[in-house]
């Protein structure tokens, strides 16, 4: 279905009810080859329009610089071609994944959850922007019988952080569902089941953690737990200030809290690396000190190396693999604030 820019998105309702796909010229509107993902960068009305789609289940999948392409939601399984080949799995509620088990010899015996963080570049027209392949040699670093599930994050525009969205309100249940069917399949006991993520993944990984009752483990590498950082330094690069989300970070984060429970009074099942060099350490600091402190391991880097919030998850890795390796072997960690380089 084609679209025109200028007439607005309240004239879309009724055409949009049996298409697939939907493609809005935008000729014109700027010099450069941009999508309108950039284009909503520095234009009101542009950003309603792609915040008005995201609501609706409609994911920006290419742009030649003049028309950007939509496709609705129920139709991404029958054009992303990752999935049509197979190196993508789809469940019965959309939500994408893959799972790797090229480290398993004899028996599948832990779980590696892994969140995906912001793609490079976050606001590029594909579809991978949803499922950004970080860590990518990961069972490399993994000990025998660990299985690797990967979740992507499609929703929003750069993606829904893997939390409620006024289009999947329900995304804690939908994903939380999946790694338990993973794992069950595979008759993988939840004390071996271990959620990592950095940045945006690591926001994915700590609220999954934090709202998971099993006694998942979860390994979140500076989180995002606060929008107010991108919201008021980058212009809101990731379209958190609008409608697309059902709550702010902190106001979820704090509901999270609340809902945690703990198996054991003195061993770490959450594990939160962040390090003073990032923007983003003073709200983490803050949300882990309403936390039960002999329940989590808050590992801060001094690296210097560490510059910003990007360097953390590269310069923390050899640490987060060995506690890793450590949980899904079944050894415990006790609660403790460490310092580390």
Not at 262 to 274: G, K, N, Y
Request: a negative charge; glycine letters at 10%; proline letters at 3%.
């Amino acid at each position: 279905m084609p679209f025109d820019i200028s007439s607005g998105g309240a004239d879309l309702s009724c055409g949009l009810r049996s298409a697939n796909f939907l493609e809005v010229e935008h000729r014109g509107v700027s010099a450069n080859n941009d999508n309108l993902i950039r284009l909503g960068m520095n234009s009101a009305a542009v950003r309603e329009l792609v915040e008005w789609l995201a609501v609706r289940g409609w994911f920006l999948y290419k742009s030649d610089g003049s028309v950007s392409s939509f496709v609705k939601s129920d139709y991404v399984p029958n054009l992303w071609h990752r999935i049509t080949n197979g190196d993508y799995c789809v469940d019965e509620t959309g939500l994408v994944y893959s799972v790797d088990e090229s480290n398993v010899v004899d028996a599948p015996r832990s779980l590696v959850v892994v969140f995906s963080s912001m793609s490079l570049p976050h606001d590029g027209a594909g579809l991978s922007r949803y499922f950004e392949q970080n860590f990518s040699s990961i069972g490399r670093h993994l000990g025998s019988g660990a299985v690797v599930l990967r979740i992507a994050d499609l929703d929003g525009v750069v993606g829904g952080f893997y939390s409620p969205t006024n289009f999947v309100p329900d995304r804690i249940e939908i994903v939380q569902s999946l790694i338990r069917r993973v794992a069950g399949e595979r008759s993988i006991g939840a004390d071996r089941v271990v959620l990592y993520g950095g940045s945006k993944g690591g926001t994915g990984a700590l609220l999954h953690g934090l709202f998971n009752s099993d006694g998942w483990k979860c390994i979140a590498v500076d989180p995002v737990v606060d929008d107010s950082y991108y919201e008021n330094r980058y212009n809101d690069s990731h379209w958190t200030g609008g409608r697309i989300f059902r709550h702010r970070k902190t106001e979820l984060f704090s509901k999270a809290v609340e809902s945690c429970t703990f198996h054991s009074e003195f061993d770490a099942r959450i594990c939160i690396v962040t390090s003073p060099s990032s923007p983003l350490f003073s709200d983490i600091q803050l949300l882990s000190e309403k936390l039960p402190k002999r329940q989590v391991l808050f590992a801060s880097s001094r690296s210097s190396l560490i510059r910003d919030h990007p360097d953390v998850s590269a310069q923390t890795l050899r640490f987060v693999t060995g506690v890793m390796n450590m949980w899904i072997g079944g050894l415990r960690i006790s609660g403790q604030s460490v310092d580390i380089d």
